[in-house]
């Protein structure tokens, strides 16, 4: 570990301390750990080319495409019982969520529809 390695930890009440080499804890003097404010987040986020905010425009033209892993999650259904309920191959929502390979845009639109509508599709496909 080099002098500049910090290794911290949060504890169940929300303070922050260091842990020390020794295994101890100790708590970080308030100046260290000082919150940004709205501005100086803005001004950090702006001059990082990488991760620069989005211009509303921008944010106007993306596409809102739903994340199948999220989408399944907050179904609560595991790979198997999303797939079979929505007649998606198992193979192909693994692919999916892995990242190994993205939905088409037919199949994007039927996701948006099973975002929007879960029951609703389900029983549609259930008839």
Do not use: C, N
Not at 77 to 93: D, K, S, V
Not at 104 to 124: M, N, S
């Amino acid at each position: 570990m080099s002098k500049t390695d910090i290794t911290a930890r949060i504890q169940p009440d929300g303070r922050f301390v260091q842990v020390l080499d020794d295994g101890g804890e100790q708590l970080f003097a308030p100046s260290t750990m000082r919150p940004l404010t709205e501005a100086e987040v803005s001004a950090a986020a702006a001059a990082d080319p990488d991760a620069r905010p989005m211009t509303d425009e921008e944010m106007r033209d993306t596409r809102r495409i739903p994340r199948v892993k999220t989408l399944r999650r907050a179904l609560a259904l595991t790979q198997e019982e999303f797939a079979a309920r929505y007649h998606i191959p198992l193979g192909t929502l693994r692919d999916w969520e892995q990242g190994r390979a993205t939905p088409d845009q037919p199949t994007r639109a039927y996701l948006t529809v099973i975002a929007r509508d879960p029951e609703g599709v389900r029983r549609a496909l259930d008839r």
